[in-house]
């Protein structure tokens, strides 16, 4: 069956890009030159207008007279494309009646390149009320990052990303719309590709023309409950008429490490130790001469020094990618493939190193079946494949950063044969549920092969009913996509040796793990889920009198997702109605209606109405506004409306649900077992929609040809949010139960602008964003007769709570003249917390809130510079305003942990030198806590991406028979500019307890035919 859908979509693709049907069109085809001339509706000569002929395969541009020469033939349809005019689309025939050509000038934000996405329907810029954002292709395919999501950060105001390392293979970046909604954490925006939810992970850079983001409540809730949070819209590449383009892209580079976790080598962390020791009163561990065996590294078995980043980890990863793409069409038929290639990885230095390869292929194809019916199919799919080691990445950082450099020697010779090499072991490796050396467990400890196969489809109809209504059309497709997750690998065992000494010399060793191999690989893990989503639209366009515009769609949809090994589907079902309405190209009104239905309420809650509302006013169409040179175009608009989501409502939460997977056992002997029920939770049979109301303001402005800003004002309150009650007492089972509660307020606004113009033949933009937003608790589920400085109600969501910290004890006489505190004993070097509430006792109810710990401010800076074939793109963004709590292992060295460099901050009562606590081997209660003394500021600015790139000169690629020949340099996380030096401040446990940030260096060449 797969081998038949492959050929069918072969024979399907053939005739579009085969080498030999291009070959045969110039040999069949007899052409002549036509000479022509290009002017606007004044007669003026327009220079550098495109025109193109026979689906792209010649090409032309008018002079300075806008004159232009161009081969065709009898039947040719000639292209007319000009940035700020409307395209236009001419046969040689007419051509030849009258060799001048009239462009018309596009409307101010409303020509082909002002073109956005909404929701089931593309639209032009000035006719939205609502706030969006686009992200063109242009921007997108800059980046070298094979994470799409990564790519977004500082692209557009409102569009909030957070970078979290991965290993190859996978993405844990963080994504919000304009701030925290309803908590710190599920503010996921919704994920639409093509029509449907999906991850944008699955998609390659390449592939996406746009990504449209959807931030206010007009523009976004046609796509129901999931769209609460916003909405990320992502159109994919299709055909385009009359044109053609064959394009290959080759790609190679280097990924490094950056802000890796500095530790102490073994003669230091042993200095240290010791000095733990001397601050809880005890005994030197390490003796003058072991410290000195660790430095002078006399006896690697008896005093081993091993830096295990250095030994398991290299130095970079590699970076490859290869990709084709071809796109065109005619009348009758458009087209686009692309075939993508991408591979990276190799950071283990031992064993299986995490190395991912996936390929991509996507096919868009669109016929015209006849004058009033259109049909498109949609193909995509992707493999990918990748090895590991049987430890999984985090755990391999754990250990990394846990393992101290003198537990053990990682192999020795074996004293009972010295040609024999085995691996050393803690001392409490036979009793740990995990083997402890690291670079055997990465050697021997077995593999994992993962494989990811997707698929995705869609199929639809459009249709003109223009001849029954003027202006109907309706709008039918089906989708259908899949997913499989295969683990397969084994898991294995290695002996290994605690060495023995006397004197000194090695004289045995212990057995502390068993070898244990596995002949055969078995399935570790397989999850597979299907989406199936049926549309329908109905849609009115038309315009009345020349000054009425009305556009109006009704739109019904339903998605369903099935889990292998889940008995739930998630099923959604939303009828919505949308009716924008245009007066005199200036007076724009939206009203938008949704109704939502859900299976997670009880009956008579499981349908909700959500109306928005949106208004624009074009007052650069006004007369006091229209004849000014210096305003090109300003609207003013405002919208608001209410929404509904169920995303945080599990099933069944209006019933009571019971846990019949239980027994007990009675008799005399235990013998007799008998099944028992457990109270999962009390239903709530008037559970209800979780709703926000939102408001949002603003305007959009160009000025000189030169300058557009962009600003909004939002007001989102988001109420009847899902809260658990958590008090009931445990006397009567603890029973929990949810109820519609809280109410969170999210405010703030966004700001971009973008300045951009020529010199000459240099061309420069400069573009920056920003957003300020802030979410506070209006209702939130406190406890009864809690001290208000410890309440969530009236604080920001992310608001840090914890002691104030006034320093350090430095005197045994400060430490008895200060209130007592409730956390253990106290001693010279320990934190000293400020009592708030004058108690005479410092414990938790002096707590109070100590930053926060979502960014205030987001902001982003893009940068492109051209000159001639030279080009020159930048890209960076950062956050302000927040607080980063140091409490990983990097920062809190406990008991007989690893030591990091940073232990060097910490307070020596030698000396009284040192901002941090006193070392300790035993376990501190008082000094990590959550204190202000470990919190720092978070700000930073990373540049994210650069790329410096040189086109030959069109009259060499044309020797060549190609378009264009571009080689390119691009970097990815080239700086970062931060307070805090030594981790990342965007994810303070990259290195520690996960992969770290790749600062990545690649080159390539790009061709097009």
């Not at 409303?110 to 593309?122: A, M």
Request: proline share 3%.
């Amino acid at each position: 069956m797969k081998t038949l859908y492959i050929y069918i979509i072969l024979m399907l693709l053939l005739p579009f890009f085969s080498e030999s049907n291009i070959y045969a069109q110039k040999k069949s085809k007899q052409y002549s030159e036509i000479t022509a001339k290009v002017v606007d509706k004044e007669g003026n000569p327009i220079q550098s207008v495109k025109i193109t002929v026979d689906e792209g395969l010649f090409e032309s541009f008018t002079d300075k007279q806008g004159v232009f020469s161009l081969k065709v033939t009898n039947n040719s349809t000639l292209v007319f494309d000009m940035l700020g005019y409307d395209s236009k689309y001419l046969e040689v025939s007419a051509i030849k009646q009258n060799p001048v050509v009239i462009m018309e000038k596009s409307i101010p934000y409303g020509g082909v390149e002002d073109k956005v996405e909404l929701p089931f329907r593309e639209t032009v810029a000035r006719e939205v009320v609502g706030a969006i954002s686009t992200i063109g292709e242009d921007i997108i395919s800059k980046s070298n990052q094979m994470n799409v999501l990564n790519i977004l950060s500082g692209k557009a105001p409102g569009l909030n990303v957070s970078q979290v390392p991965a290993e190859p293979g996978r993405s844990a970046t963080i994504l919000n719309i304009r701030g925290l909604s309803r908590s710190t954490t599920d503010n996921a925006p919704l994920i639409i590709i093509d029509g449907i939810e999906r991850p944008l992970e699955d998609l390659t850079p390449e592939e996406i023309e746009s990504i449209t983001v959807l931030k206010d409540a007009t523009s976004k809730i046609l796509y129901g409950p999931k769209a609460v949070n916003g909405v990320l819209l992502v159109k994919t590449k299709r055909g385009i008429k009359y044109k053609r383009e064959r394009q290959f892209n080759i790609e190679f580079g280097a990924q490094l490490p950056v802000r890796m976790p500095e530790y102490l080598n073994s003669a230091a962390y042993a200095t240290m130790y010791n000095q733990a020791r001397f601050n809880d009163g005890l005994s030197p561990y390490y003796t003058q001469a072991d410290i000195d065996g660790y430095r002078m590294k006399t006896n690697s078995i008896l005093y081993p020094d091993v830096d295990f980043h250095k030994l398991c980890l290299n130095d970079h990863m590699s970076y490859r990618k290869a990709i084709a793409q071809f796109r065109g069409g005619n009348e009758a038929a458009q087209y686009y493939v692309n075939a993508t290639y991408a591979g990276y990885g190799g950071y283990e230095a031992i064993g299986n190193s995490n190395t991912s390869n996936k390929f991509n292929l996507r096919v868009n194809l669109d016929y015209k079946v006849n004058d009033w019916l259109k049909a498109f199919v949609d193909i995509a799919g992707q493999m990918e494949f990748y090895t590991t080691n049987y430890m999984l990445a985090d755990e391999l950082f754990f250990r990394l950063s846990s393992h101290r450099p003198n537990a053990y020697p990682v192999r020795f010779s074996d004293p009972e044969n010295s040609e024999t090499e085995i691996y050393g072991a803690m001392e409490n490796a036979n009793l740990a549920s995990s083997r402890e050396n690291i670079y055997a467990e990465m050697l021997l400890g077995g593999s994992k092969e993962n494989t990811v196969r997707k698929g995705q489809t869609n199929i639809g109809l459009d249709l003109s009913l223009d001849r029954y209504v003027k202006g109907l059309s309706a709008k039918a497709y089906v989708t259908f996509d899949v997913y499989n997750y295969l683990v397969v690998g084994k898991n294995e065992n290695f002996s290994s040796y605690r060495p023995l000494f006397s004197k000194n010399s090695l004289i045995g060793k212990e057995l502390l793990t068993v070898e244990k191999k596995v002949s055969d690989k078995s399935r570790i893990e397989d999850q597979m889920y299907r989406n199936y989503g049926y549309f329908g639209q109905l849609s009115y366009d038309r315009i009345f009198r020349t000054k009425h515009q009305l556009k109006s769609d009704l739109v019904i949809f339903q998605s369903k997702r099935e889990n292998l090994g889940s008995s739930q589907d998630d099923v959604n079902r939303t009828f919505a109605l949308r009716t924008n309405y245009v007066y005199n190209k200036k007076w724009i009104a939206e009203l938008d209606m949704a109704v939502m239905g859900s299976s997670r309420f009880a009956k008579g809650n499981r349908y909700g109405y959500f109306p928005t509302v949106g208004l624009a006013w074009i007052a650069s169409e006004e007369k006091f506004l229209k004849d000014k040179e210096w305003l090109d175009f300003l609207k003013i608009k405002a919208s608001t409306g209410l929404l509904g989501t169920d995303n945080y409502f599990d099933f069944f939460l209006f019933e009571s649900r019971w846990n019949t997977n239980q027994s007990t056992h009675f008799g005399p002997k235990l013998e007799e077992d008998i099944n028992t029920s457990t109270l999962v939770h009390v239903g709530n049979p008037d559970l209800t929609w979780e709703k926000s109301f939102e408001i949002n303001i603003g305007a959009e402005a160009s000025f000189l040809n030169c300058l557009t800003a962009n600003f909004n004002y939002f007001n989102n309150y988001r109420y009847d949010i899902l809260t658990p009650i958590t008090s009931f007492s445990s006397i009567n089972g603890g029973e929990l139960m949810y109820r519609n509660y809280g109410s969170v307020r999210n405010q703030g606004i966004e700001l971009a602008l973008e300045y951009s113009g020529n010199i000459g033949k240099f061309h420069y933009s400069i573009g920056g964003n920003t957003i300020w937003s802030k979410a506070v608790y209006e209702k939130a589920d406190d406890m009864e007769g809690l001290p208000s400085n410890r309440k969530k109600e009236g604080k920001p969501l992310d608001t840090y709570f914890g002691l104030m910290a006034e320093g350090l004890f430095k005197s045994k006489d400060e430490i008895a003249t200060h209130p007592v505190q409730d956390f253990g004993p106290i001693q010279i070097g320990d934190v000293k917390y400020t009592n708030i509430n004058n108690d005479s006792r410092i414990n938790e109810n002096d707590m109070l809130p100590i930053g926060n710990e979502y960014p205030r401010f987001q902001f982003g800076l893009n940068i492109n510079l051209a000159y001639k074939g030279f080009e020159l793109s930048l890209s960076g963004s950062g956050m302000a305003q927040y607080d980063i709590y140091l409490n990983n292992s990097y920062y809190w060295m406990r008991e007989d942990q690893k030591y990091s460099t940073f232990v060097k901050e910490y307070f020596n009562p030698s000396t009284g030198e040192g901002k941090f606590p006193r070392l300790s081997t035993q376990q501190n209660q008082n000094n990590y806590r959550s204190s202000s003394l470990w919190m720092r500021s978070g700000n930073f600015f990373k540049l994210r991406d650069a790329m410096f790139s040189y086109s030959l000169p069109q009259n060499i690629a044309n020797k060549m028979t190609l378009k264009q020949v571009k080689l390119f340099v691009r970097g990815s996380n080239l700086f970062t500019i931060s307070s805090i030096k030594d981790l990342d401040p965007e994810y303070i446990d990259a290195g520690v307890t996960g992969y770290p940030f790749f600062r990545s260096f690649t080159g390539g060449i790009n061709v097009v035919f």
